[in-house]
């Protein structure tokens, strides 16, 4: 015998629109964020929701619609504090417009991230945030355009395939390197990622603007462009540090690269800044609270997280013209106590690393 009390039945679509005395049409556009509700329906309708504990049928709602209400997101790596802010950023915004986000890794791997995006047009998410390992493989690239369904793309640059919103790295690193040029530094190494991708090609631009506009060669030897990694960081970092003319100055230009930097600046016992003034690309916590605190190219990744579900919500919503829209935020310098004048010579760097751990 069973002796479990009937499970109560759940609040209906139908019961919230008479207890806010308005359609089922009305309730509809309420619940799919439609603009064209006005603002003192949309409450009376949102008040007796909550009050009936009223809970939409996703998965009915998706047969009907044809839209799932998610969001997919391929990043390189979400444990990055800088783009998990990114995440919190555009989760916030999408959730607002009763979107789910969901986040996959991709590891900057080229059979990931078309796996994802297959995935995720098996799964029928209705629109794509891209951060990609490449803007130039053309299997990537047709991948993308074969996604027919809005996409954004995070930092990356593939013309007239996506909308896309981007950091103007190369303002920050001009400024940058001229800020260093300004303090009497001439031997300014920039590590940083490959020129196949957005971030390390405007990065290297703006290095070289800022020489130019001094009348000033690029020694080739200070340019390291390989990776966006720590370890990468910490390997070049390490060889430059190591060189008979060691740079005066560094620029660790990968939003995750400053730990190896500063790891191979340790090993080597230089001294910051007496030695080697340091700066790094997106500020986090290690640049804030490290001694000295590290001057930075600051953008806010957060901001950059709404903005990206807007652009992405302004296509799912019918309100943004055909063009494919390209956004490009702007950088500022934030110095901090890592940067000082170059050693009266450049071979005060030492380079024993027999006693030095890592």
Known sequence: MNDKPPAPERPTIRQVADAAGVSLGTVSRVLNTHKSVRPETRARVKEAIRSLGYEPDSVAQSLRSRTTRTIGCIIRDITIPTLASFVKGAQDELQAANYALMV???????????????????????????????????????????????????????????????????????????????????????????????????????????????????????????????????????????????????????????????????????????????????????????????????WDWAMVGRFTARILLDRLQGAASPEVRALRLSTELIVRSSCGPPPASSQTVRHSVTEAGP
Do not use: W
């Open 104 to 298: 996959a890794n991709s590891e900057s791997r080229k059979d990931r991230e078309l796996e994802l995006l297959s995935l995720f047009a098996r799964r029928r998410a209705d629109g794509l945030i891209l951060s990609l390992s490449s803007e130039e493989d053309q299997e990537i690239v047709e991948a993308v355009k074969s996604f027919h369904l809005p996409v954004v793309l995070l930092d990356r640059e593939i013309p007239r395939s996506a909308d896309s919103i981007t950091i103007n790295h190369a303002e920050g690193m001009q400024h940058a390197v001229e800020y260093l040029l300004s303090l009497g530094h001439r031997r300014i190494a920039l590590i940083t990622g490959k020129a196949d991708l957005h971030p390390g090609r405007q990065r290297i631009l703006g290095y070289h603007r800022a020489h130019e506009a001094r009348g000033m060669a690029v020694d080739p030897d200070l340019l390291r462009s390989g990776s966006f990694l720590a370890e990468y960081g910490f390997r070049e970092t390490s060889a430059l540090l190591s060189s008979s003319d060691p740079p005066t100055a560094i620029i660790s230009g990968g939003m995750d690269m400053l730990s190896g930097v500063l790891r191979a600046v340790r090993t080597h016992h230089a001294r910051i800044p007496e030695d080697v003034s340091i700066v790094a690309c997106s500020d986090c916590e290690l640049a804030q609270f490290v001694t000295p605190a590290i001057s930075v190219i600051y």
